[in-house]
């Protein structure tokens, strides 16, 4: 089985540093209003109605029979420039999945268990969201890698729209979530089940899967290769690497996107330490891990008061070593800007051991105990710039002071048994995908 492209164009070059100005703006206030000091929103694009079984099947005929009346979403788990103003590389996650709650205890549903995961090319054109490319993910062999759980145990198990039928692991499913685009046109894509960094060619297929040391992930149809620290094993469920960054030289920084779960379940929910990594595409190995801290779930989300909402969904590259990191609840979003320092950080560390009492997630001063946290600065509050949607997952620079953000709509599904009528077909939630210019402050 060979995967087709979607209207194939040529590959180019991504600039990494289209908003250098971002750099040295003054903090956004984000307060309402269009004068001199505050971000506002200068454009939308809306994605329209795309049947996800005419999508996927015109990628890799047969791969689904039903799609349950879902249409194309799940696009706003990341967003890259992909070098023309207005265009942009976007990644699907797993597709489509809901929870239902069966004798008390919440399934993993998959509706479109055939869906594949793609690398879609959009493009801003009237207020309108524009496919002009999609890339399936495929295995060495040219199959869909799939969204499906990789290991029973380990991942929720995944059952049918209903909850009722058990479905199959797959080794080689994904659920995607960054992308960056390499200068010899290959993709650098994030996936939170291992959690692992993932190598994917121009084409789509899977080149090496990079996962942590220890994973014993076995059955895939593409290289698997644990170099990735031990303890990221702890992560929690569903919440492996969501953000994924670029560096001027080539270097990724990956996010994990919520505490660890050391030494235990309690100790993940209740923490504000998370992790970043770097990983040197060069030398094919994690170089450093940073540590990074929420600040509180009520500041970044006032309407919240559970900690463990709190996730890190983007990170994106600004210049030399500096990022932007996004600090979400699905309500609400607050960029930040790091500088990397130089050496390896924590890796290596007491810090990296699970035997380590009390861990780096149950610290509620990490400085104070020798820990080099990240210094940070707040860029923006998402949540108090009129215009901005909901759940923002995708970030990326888009012209002088000026960001992208892309939503994560969830292929307009919700929980619950609610999600589909007697037929069996989608009541979809009225979600749609967004893309959102965001324009800053000049600097003061």
């Given at each position: 089985?060979?995967?087709r492209?979607?209207?194939r164009?040529?590959?180019?070059?991504?600039?990494?540093?289209l908003?250098?100005?971002?750099?040295?703006?003054?903090?956004?206030?984000?307060?309402?209003?269009?004068?001199?000091?505050?971000?506002?929103?200068?454009g939308?694009?809306?994605?329209g109605?795309?049947?996800?079984?005419?999508?996927?099947?015109?990628?890799?005929?047969?791969?689904v029979?039903?799609d349950r009346?879902?249409?194309?979403?799940?696009i706003?788990?990341?967003i890259?420039?992909?070098?023309?103003?207005?265009?942009?590389?976007?990644?699907?996650?797993?597709?489509?999945?809901?929870?239902?709650?069966?004798?008390?205890?919440?399934?993993r549903?998959?509706?479109v268990?055939?869906?594949?995961?793609?690398?879609v090319?959009v493009?801003?054109?009237?207020g309108?969201?524009k496919?002009?490319?999609a890339i399936?993910?495929?295995?060495r062999?040219?199959?869909?890698?799939?969204?499906?759980?990789?290991?029973?145990?380990?991942?929720?198990?995944?059952?049918?729209?209903d909850?009722?039928?058990?479905l199959?692991?797959?080794p080689?499913g994904?659920?995607?979530?960054?992308?960056?685009?390499?200068?010899d046109?290959?993709f650098?894509?994030v996936?939170?089940y291992?959690?692992?960094?993932?190598?994917?060619?121009?084409?789509?297929?899977?080149?090496?899967?990079?996962?942590?040391k220890g994973?014993?992930?076995?059955?895939?149809d593409?290289?698997?290769?644990?170099?990735?620290p031990?303890?990221?094993?702890?992560?929690?469920i569903?919440?492996?690497?969501?953000?994924?960054?670029?560096?001027?030289?080539?270097d990724?920084?990956?996010?994990?996107?919520s505490?660890?779960s050391?030494?235990?379940t309690?100790?993940?929910?209740?923490?504000?330490?998370v992790?970043?990594?770097?990983?040197?595409?060069?030398?094919?190995?994690?170089?450093?891990?940073?540590?990074?801290?929420?600040?509180?779930?009520n500041?970044v989300?006032?309407?919240?008061d559970?900690t463990?909402e709190?996730?890190?969904?983007s990170?994106?590259?600004?210049?030399?070593?500096?990022?932007?990191v996004?600090e979400?609840?699905?309500?609400?979003a607050?960029?930040?800007?790091?500088?990397?320092?130089?050496?390896?950080?924590?890796?290596?560390?007491a810090?990296?051991?699970?035997?380590?009492?009390?861990?780096y997630?149950?610290?509620?001063?990490?400085?104070?105990?020798?820990?080099?946290?990240?210094?940070?600065?707040?860029?923006?509050?998402?949540g108090t710039?009129?215009?901005?949607p909901?759940?923002?997952?995708?970030?990326?620079?888009?012209?002088?002071n000026?960001?992208?953000?892309?939503?994560?709509?969830?292929f307009?599904?919700?929980?619950?048994?609610?999600?589909?009528?007697?037929?069996?077909r989608?009541?979809?939630?009225?979600?749609?995908t967004?893309?959102t210019?965001?324009r800053?402050p000049?600097?003061?």
């Amino acid at each position: 089985m060979s995967p087709r492209v979607l209207k194939r164009s040529v590959a180019v070059g991504l600039p990494l540093a289209l908003l250098a100005a971002v750099a040295v703006a003054g903090t956004a206030t984000g307060a309402p209003g269009h004068g001199h000091g505050t971000a506002r929103v200068t454009g939308t694009a809306v994605l329209g109605d795309i049947p996800l079984g005419t999508f996927s099947n015109t990628l890799l005929p047969g791969t689904v029979g039903n799609d349950r009346g879902v249409d194309l979403g799940g696009i706003g788990s990341d967003i890259y420039p992909a070098g023309r103003q207005g265009e942009f590389w976007t990644v699907t996650d797993r597709g489509p999945n809901g929870q239902i709650k069966i004798d008390g205890a919440k399934r993993r549903t998959f509706p479109v268990p055939g869906f594949d995961p793609a690398i879609v090319k959009v493009r801003t054109e009237h207020g309108k969201l524009k496919v002009l490319q999609a890339i399936p993910l495929t295995t060495r062999s040219g199959a869909a890698v799939t969204g499906l759980s990789n290991q029973q145990g380990r991942d929720e198990a995944p059952y049918s729209y209903d909850a009722k039928s058990p479905l199959s692991y797959n080794p080689n499913g994904l659920d995607t979530e960054g992308i960056v685009r390499a200068k010899d046109g290959s993709f650098w894509l994030v996936d939170e089940y291992g959690p692992s960094l993932v190598h994917v060619s121009a084409r789509g297929q899977v080149l090496t899967r990079y996962v942590p040391k220890g994973l014993h992930l076995t059955g895939t149809d593409y290289p698997v290769v644990e170099s990735l620290p031990a303890i990221l094993l702890q992560r929690k469920i569903n919440r492996g690497f969501e953000g994924l960054a670029q560096l001027p030289g080539g270097d990724l920084v990956l996010a994990v996107q919520s505490p660890l779960s050391v030494p235990d379940t309690a100790a993940g929910e209740g923490s504000l330490n998370v992790r970043l990594l770097r990983f040197s595409t060069k030398h094919r190995a994690v170089t450093a891990e940073y540590a990074y801290r929420f600040d509180p779930v009520n500041v970044v989300d006032p309407s919240e008061d559970d900690t463990s909402e709190l996730k890190v969904s983007s990170v994106v590259a600004i210049g030399g070593d500096s990022l932007l990191v996004e600090e979400r609840t699905d309500k609400a979003a607050r960029l930040q800007r790091v500088t990397l320092p130089h050496g390896k950080g924590i890796l290596g560390s007491a810090w990296d051991s699970a035997a380590t009492s009390p861990s780096y997630e149950q610290l509620a001063d990490p400085s104070a105990a020798g820990v080099p946290v990240l210094r940070k600065r707040l860029v923006v509050d998402l949540g108090t710039v009129p215009g901005v949607p909901g759940k923002i997952e995708g970030v990326a620079l888009a012209g002088h002071n000026t960001l992208a953000l892309i939503n994560d709509n969830d292929f307009g599904m919700t929980d619950g048994a609610g999600a589909f009528d007697a037929q069996g077909r989608l009541v979809d939630s009225g979600i749609k995908t967004v893309l959102t210019y965001l324009r800053l402050p000049e600097g003061r």
